[in-house]
Every structure is written in structure tokens, then in C-alpha cells.
């Protein structure tokens, strides 16, 4: 004949601290350790390639980059992009048959990233001098 036991509610008490045990470790690991890499913010190196870089990106990025007009280009400055501070050149041209456009350009890690939406902000009190380089593109 097949014996059945029941459970009583203290024989269970063992079995849920040995699977809470596990699991609070587990908790507790992702709230010390997986935050501090996201929290530190390393100084970014200067962009040191940017006058060869940003002509080369352009000529791929724009529908057309011959016939640019007006280019200019500020040295690039540091400024806070999405919560972290990074290297951004900004640009201004007009395209043939167009009206004057500025561009932010993020650099991370000393390298050319991304075009950044909020030029304006980014751009604000830059000096701007002649980009010639830009003038010079073709499809």
C-alpha cells in the first residue's frame, strides 16, 4: 500500500529559505556591482583626426556633398550629450540650392560617432572659421 505524507507547514519553511537565499543573492549582486560601470564617466581623448574624418563621414552622410557653400567649422568643444560629456565639432554649410545648415558632430573615444539632433544647443558661442575642405567634396 502507497503511503502518502503531507507536507506540515514547518517541513516547507526550510525549502523557502534555501530558494529565497539564492535568489536575495542573486538581487543583491545586481544592485552593488551593475550599476558602478554605468555611474563613472572617463575624460574623453581630443579628437585628433577630426579635419579627415568629418570630410570623409560628410561624403557618405549627405544625399549630395558636392556644391557645398559657406562651409565653416569650429574647433571642437566639450559638452554634455545625453548625461556625459564629449568632444562635438560643429559645422555650418549650404548646400547647392539650399539654405544655411548647422550640424553637431559627437565624438566618444576620440572618434567620430554620431550627428547630434540638438545642433543649436550644442553649437551655442562656438567660433566658426573656413572649412575649405568641406567646399571641396564630391559625390
Not at 502518502?4 to 556591482?33: D, E, V
Not at 572617463?42 to 577630426?50: G, V
Not at 576620440?110 to 545642433?119: C, H, K
Request: glycine fraction near 8%.
Amino acid at each position: 500500500m502507497l503511503r502518502r505524507f503531507a507536507a506540515s507547514p514547518q517541513s516547507r519553511l526550510p525549502l523557502r529559505a534555501a530558494l529565497a537565499l539564492p535568489l536575495a543573492a542573486l538581487l543583491g549582486a545586481c544592485a552593488i556591482g551593475g550599476s558602478a560601470s554605468f555611474d563613472s564617466d572617463p575624460p574623453q581623448p581630443f579628437p585628433a583626426n577630426y579635419r579627415s574624418e568629418i570630410p570623409a563621414f560628410l561624403r557618405t552622410y549627405l544625399n549630395d556633398p558636392s556644391g557645398l557653400r559657406e562651409a565653416a567649422m569650429a574647433e571642437p568643444v566639450q559638452r554634455p550629450v545625453d548625461g556625459r560629456t564629449r568632444w562635438v565639432s560643429c559645422l555650418r554649410f549650404t548646400p547647392r540650392g539650399g539654405t544655411l545648415q548647422d550640424m553637431a558632430i559627437v565624438h566618444v573615444d576620440g572618434r567620430l560617432d554620431r550627428v547630434a539632433q540638438q545642433a543649436g544647443e550644442l553649437c551655442a558661442g562656438v567660433v566658426y572659421a573656413p572649412f575649405p575642405a568641406l567646399e571641396k567634396l564630391s559625390r
